[in-house]
C-alpha cells in the first residue's frame, strides 16, 4: 500500500514505454527506469524562477533546482505531473506548458540507483504573478537574469542539482 506522501510512481521499460508502477524506495532500489518532470518558470521580463529546495527532502537539500518538478505517480501523464507540480510547489495553475524535450540519465547517487526520463517543460507568467510556495519542499523562490545566474552559478556550482544544470545546458543556454 503507498503512503501518502510517496504514491506509486510510473515504472517504464528502457523505451520509457509504461510497464507498471512501483514504490519510490523499490524503484531505486532496483534500478527500475521511471519517469519526472522539470518545469522551467519565465516572466516576462526574461527571468527564471529557481527554487532552493528545503533541507528536509530526501534529495539535493539545500540545493537550486527548477522551479517546479517531481515523479510521474502512477495513473498519471508526464503533462499531469508537470501541472501537479506547478499546483503543489507554487500554488500556480491554469499555465500554458512548452514541452522542451525529454532524456534518459542513468546514475548511481549513493544508494540509489537512478535511472529515469526527464521531460523538461517551459511556463511563462507575468513578473507580478503571486505563488503560494509548499514550504515543506522549498525554502525560498528566486528570479534570475541570464546575467546573474550566469554569475551565481560561477560563483556557487557546489548548490544546484545536477539536473539543473544539465537541462539549463540543454534547453536554455541563454542562461
Do not use: C
Not at 500554488?91 to 526527464?118: C, P, S, W, Y
Request: proline content about 5%; charged content about 30%.
Amino acid at each position: 500500500m503507498p503512503d501518502e506522501k510517496y504514491p506509486l510512481v510510473v515504472v517504464v521499460d528502457k523505451n520509457d514505454i509504461e510497464i507498471g508502477s512501483a514504490m519510490l524506495a523499490e524503484v531505486w532500489q532496483k534500478g527500475l527506469y521511471h519517469r519526472i518532470v522539470a518545469v522551467f518558470v519565465f516572466d516576462d521580463l526574461g527571468r527564471m524562477l529557481l527554487q532552493l529546495r528545503s533541507p528536509s527532502v530526501k534529495t539535493y537539500p539545500n540545493h537550486r533546482h527548477q522551479a517546479a518538478g517531481g515523479h510521474v505517480d502512477e495513473g498519471q501523464s508526464y503533462d499531469d505531473a508537470a501541472m501537479n507540480e506547478l499546483v503543489e510547489e507554487l500554488g500556480i495553475e491554469d499555465i500554458a506548458l512548452t514541452t522542451m524535450g525529454t532524456h534518459r540519465t542513468n546514475e548511481k547517487d549513493g544508494e540509489r540507483i537512478v535511472n529515469q526520463f526527464e521531460r523538461v517543460y517551459k511556463a511563462e507568467i507575468q513578473h507580478d504573478a503571486t505563488f503560494k510556495p509548499e514550504l515543506s519542499e522549498l525554502t525560498e523562490l528566486r528570479w534570475f537574469t541570464p546575467e546573474e545566474f550566469k554569475q551565481f552559478r560561477a560563483d556557487r556550482t557546489d548548490i544546484f542539482t545536477p539536473g539543473l544544470l544539465y537541462d539549463i545546458d540543454h534547453y536554455f543556454p541563454e542562461f
